[in-house]
Nanobody, 127 residues
């Protein structure tokens, strides 16, 4: 059974940092493209970052470039999202998604190409 479990969310002050984890079970994570997405109340889901399976290429939304870093620990079957210099606009529920499709690989920040999802973890940036 394919399962993704996110963790690491919480409440942080502006300028602070958090590290989100996406732990996979039931499949080998490095065979999939893994993406981080977020959804704030009243807003559409937004692609934040992704990492490919083949060569580990990474992709970032313009809004998080230079502040967020995605990485993968194959031994732990886990993908991380290190988030620094957090801003109130980063407040959202963060989800990780996984897929092997060409669509997901071609559009790594488009959640429509991802079929496996975790339950999400809340990130709140507030003073």
């Amino acid at each position: 059974q394919v399962q993704l479990v996110e963790s690491g969310g919480g409440l942080v002050h502006p300028g602070g940092s958090l590290r989100l984890s996406c732990a996979a079970s039931g499949f080998t994570l490095d065979h999939y493209i893994i993406g981080w997405f977020r959804q704030a109340p009243g807003k559409e889901r937004e692609g934040v970052s992704s990492i490919t399976s083949r060569d580990g290429s990474t992709y970032y939304a313009d809004s998080v470039k230079g502040r967020f870093t995605i990485s993968r620990d194959n031994a732990k079957n886990t993908v991380y999202l290190q988030m620094n210099s957090l801003e109130p606009e980063d407040t959202a529920v963060y989800y990780c998604g996984a897929d092997q499709s060409v669509l997901a690989t071609m559009y790594p920040l488009d959640g429509n190409g991802f079929h496996y999802w975790g339950q999400g973890t809340q990130v709140t940036v507030s003073s």
